[in-house]
């Protein structure tokens, strides 16, 4: 069974270079075919697509975001890193990396979430 976990900063200023990092357990993010992803969610609102790596180290990103986000990974760590520059409180949510089996938003497995805040 595979296994996720966000890890990285909680509380940020903004301006700042928001990185969180996803360990994946039970499963290589380098098997076909899957795919990768951050998703975030805001307080009191619904889930937003942030972007995601695909088994073969290709990238996608909301294009909402696109301008402020790359995504990578580490194959000997078997993780993947989202980075979201020039954070805003607008940022302010909960985290998510998850695994989706088809790139179209069919998430089997999350990570439990992280909350990150955008405060001076």
């Known amino acids: 069974q595979v296994r996720l976990q966000e890890s990285g900063p909680g509380l940020l200023q903004p301006s700042q270079t928001l990185s969180l990092t996803c360990t994946v357990s039970?499963?290589?993010?380098?098997?076909?075919?899957?795919?990768w992803s951050w998703i975030r969610q805001p307080p009191g609102k619904g889930l937003e697509w942030i972007g995601m790596?695909?088994?073969?180290?290709?990238?996608y990103y909301s294009p909402s975001l696109k301008s402020r986000t790359s995504i990578s990974r580490d194959t000997s760590k078997n993780q993947f890193t989202l980075q979201l520059s020039s954070v805003t409180p607008e940022d302010r949510a909960v985290y998510y990396c998850?695994?989706?089996?088809?790139?179209?938003?069919?998430?089997?497995?999350w990570g439990q979430g992280i909350q990150v805040t955008v405060s001076s």
């Open positions: 039970g499963g290589s993010i380098t098997t076909n075919y899957y795919y």
């Open positions: 790596i695909r088994y073969s180290g290709s990238t």
């Open positions: 998850a695994r989706d089996l088809t790139g179209l938003s069919e998430y089997d497995s």
